[in-house]
């Protein structure tokens, strides 16, 4: 909520009431996408921070721990637009050019260790994440597969009846496409990796599960054997990327949707190599947009802006200072804790939301419908809460 001033009956009606007044005059800000009391404290945050790392950048305080002088170092390179814009190109281009050297999927995994590591995009997605029915005595971390990113924000926007999607895509393809001129593609090239990019994205959508879909945590949990869902897996020598990664193969692995890696051979195959190689080379181009020069940065977040709704990029200090935070967001997070919130007010919320719970256990205990065995497991579930405040 915005505003302060009732203006109306709360009777009436009670949003209008409470933020009528705010909403005559209230403006989004060019390099926002909202605005409002939230949106006013997230800008304060920032502001604080930035003017406290700025001192730690002018040598007028100095990072207190190993981890936040790295932090300084990097947002101090981020910060250099002089060098970036000096630099072009350049930066970007070894990791194209590893790219541009694959020419079919036996150069893939002759090379997929560097590959994963340098971020190309690969059509398996694979990673390390807590194992959500691990439980007290049982926390660890497991092997999960999910399905790669497509470049809608969602698989409904690939519908023929969304209009959004082909509005989106429009904006997209401009940019890529000019990004690719850029860095030194004629425009009858950059057109044929952007439309084969675009392609090969498209062939994921249908096997992709939506955003409604990704909410229902449960049918996420899919433990497979992890010998069966490599050798199912024709395109990538999962065995060997998991084997270089961690030194080790696991007996499982949790695939959070089965139905995308039933149909990938479908989509990555040999027919389909030049395009998958054009999807790999924009998601590279479009990644690291961000840390080159400022045409780049401008150009490279035209796509960005139009979901968001922003009308123009955020200036240049801050977008560096959201790039570095990025990178660093536990040691920035942390600092932001021990400097802002303190313990005193640690253990204060702590027992606030104790408090909490202990009224949410008798009110369960109490509950006349559920029944005795229901209220039992809830009151376990709830003791079992980890209370991460700060």
């Known amino acids: 909520m915005g505003g302060k001033k009732m203006t109306s ?20 800000p060019d390099d926002h996408s909202s605005t409002g009391g939230f949106m006013d ?16 950048r002018n040598h007028e305080v100095e990072p207190d721990t190993p981890e936040l002088a790295e932090f300084i170092k990097f947002y101090e390179m981020a910060a250099d637009f002089q060098q970036r814009d000096a630099d072009g190109v350049a930066p970007l281009l070894p990791y194209l050019a590893q790219i541009e050297k694959l020419q079919n999927w036996d150069d893939v995994n002759a090379n997929l260790k560097e590959l994963f590591y340098n971020g190309v995009d690969l059509p398996v997605d694979i990673g390390i994440e807590p194992d959500l029915k691990g439980d007290g005595a049982d926390k660890r971390n497991v092997l999960w ?28 393809t401009e940019m890529m496409n ?23 994205d498209a062939s994921l959508a249908p096997y992709r599960k939506n955003s409604e879909e990704l909410s229902d945590v449960a049918k996420l949990y899919n433990p497979m054997e992890f010998t069966q869902f490599a050798d199912q897996v024709q395109s990538i020598d ?11 193969q696991p007996e499982q692995i949790i695939v959070t949707e089965p139905r995308f890696y039933e149909n990938l051979n479908q989509v990555a ?12 080379y924009v998601n590279m181009v479009r990644s690291l947009m961000g840390y080159l020069s400022e045409e780049f940065r401008q150009i490279g977040g035209m796509y960005g802006r139009a979901l968001s709704g922003q009308k123009v990029s955020m200036p240049q200090e ?11 967001s536990q040691v920035v997070g942390e600092y932001y804790g021990h400097r802002y919130f303190g ?48």
């Open 145 to 172: 597969a999910g399905g790669v990113s497509l470049i809608l924000p969602d698989k409904t926007y690939y519908d023929a009846d969304n209009p959004n999607g082909p509005q989106l895509m429009k904006i997209f």
């Open 41 to 56: 404290l997230v800008d304060g945050v920032d502001k604080q921070l930035m003017k406290d790392f700025a001192a730690m």
């Open 343 to 390: 313990e005193a007010a640690k253990k204060d919320v702590h027992e606030m939301v104790v408090a909490m719970i202990n009224v949410y256990e008798k009110r369960l205990a109490n509950n006349d419908w559920l029944g005795e065995a229901t209220k039992q497991k809830a009151i376990t579930k709830l003791r079992s809460l980890k209370i991460l405040v700060g």
């Open 269 to 280: 195959n040999d027919e389909t190599f030049a395009d998958f190689k054009s999807w790999a």
């Open 238 to 248: 999962v065995k060997k990327l998991v084997q270089e990664l961690l030194g080790t």
């Open 178 to 200: 000019q990004l690719l001129v850029k860095i030194g593609k004629s425009p009858e090239e950059a057109h044929v990796i952007v439309e084969q990019a675009k392609r090969f």
């Open 318 to 328: 801050k977008s560096a200072f959201y790039l570095a935070r990025r990178t660093f």
């Open 9 to 28: 009956s709360v009777k009436e009606d009670f949003y209008d009431a409470v933020n009528g007044e705010w909403l005559k005059t209230a403006k989004i």
